[in-house]
């Protein structure tokens, strides 16, 4: 007889929270009746939404804390790297990930008014080093605003050990967006889109030619 255990059933449960959660999805994702009836088809009955949002979120919450305190705690050397995004709302958000080398999320900022403010930032960047222990943390990596730059002088100023500097990814990209915008390479690709409406017209033309 095909059977699900209370244990494996306890296990299933916590892996489809962890897939929810992971992805960011909708803690309504499995229900409906046709999710319902494909894993009735599996033998297999998943909590409700309010389950996913209680008892589920709480216990991987801390389970992942913990994972994430002890790899923390056993580094012997940590980087700190910033960047802004935009959440869903579209509001400007600031994340800040810890290098163990293993990436872990620390903590989401959202600044609002004061994104452009650097002494907010850097207090930002104070409370994740002191938790950590300021001795652990050798250099905070983030983009180069000039917002950030001014936050990296305040950190070097209350942590001489600590390095700051700017993304290398972020240099790169700028440094060829700077070199795209030279006149060699404006007129060449004006002379490439050219070439690409010629050939689509003659493309054009002998299909209407062929027809």
């Not at 999710?35 to 297999?44: C, D, I, P, V």
């Not at 250099?139 to 305040?154: H, M």
Request: net charge positive; proline share 4%; charged share 25%.
């Amino acid at each position: 007889m095909d059977y699900v255990s209370p244990d494996e059933k306890c296990k299933l449960d916590e892996l489809f929270a962890r897939a929810i959660y992971s992805k960011g999805l909708p803690l309504s994702t499995f229900e409906g009746p046709h999710m319902e009836a494909a894993f009735r088809a599996l033998r297999h009955s998943l909590p409700s939404d309010k389950a996913f949002g209680g008892r589920s979120l709480e216990k991987e919450y801390h389970k992942v804390m913990e994972r994430s305190k002890t790899t923390l705690s056993n580094a012997l050397c940590i980087s700190l790297c910033a960047d802004g995004w935009t959440n869903r709302r579209g509001e400007g958000i600031v994340n800040i990930v810890a290098g163990t080398p293993e990436p872990i999320f620390l903590k989401s900022v959202e600044p609002g008014p004061k994104m452009e403010d650097a002494e907010f930032l850097f207090s930002a960047f104070v409370e994740v080093i002191d938790e950590i222990g300021e001795h652990k943390v050798l250099l905070t990596n983030t983009d180069n605003a000039k917002v950030i730059q001014a936050c990296w002088r305040l950190i070097q100023q209350r942590y001489s050990h600590i390095y700051a500097v700017g993304c290398g990814s972020h240099c790169l990209d700028l440094l060829f967006k700077d070199i795209l915008k030279a006149a060699f390479f404006r007129d060449l690709f004006a002379d490439v889109k050219t070439l690409i409406k010629i050939r689509k017209k003659r493309k054009a033309a002998l299909c209407s030619f062929q027809n």
